[in-house]
């Protein structure tokens, strides 16, 4: 996550969910917050100790996070 200096992964935090560092808001957070139409603005007016810079890297986090995401299927033998 070096290429994502305000994003961490802690286990003692949220049980390892990447969370903007200092927080507790993960990045699943954001994203759920984007998808039901909040804006980055409204984040940071309901959240004033996030930027605008670190809500962009959460998401960016996660959209190379999924780019990278490897589905493997697993058939059971019965």
Not at 18 to 25: A, C, D, E, F, Y
Not at 27 to 52: F, N, Q, R, T
């Amino acid at each position: 996550m070096n290429n994502y200096p305000n994003i961490i992964s802690d286990i003692n935090i949220l049980g390892g969910k990447p969370v903007i560092k200092g927080t507790r808001i993960s990045v699943e957070m954001i994203l759920e917050w984007i998808s039901s139409g909040a804006s980055m603005e409204d984040m940071v007016k309901a959240y004033p100790h996030l930027s605008i810079e670190s809500l962009k890297e959460g998401v960016k986090y996660a959209t190379e996070y999924l780019k990278n995401e490897i589905l493997v299927e697993i058939k059971t033998v019965s």
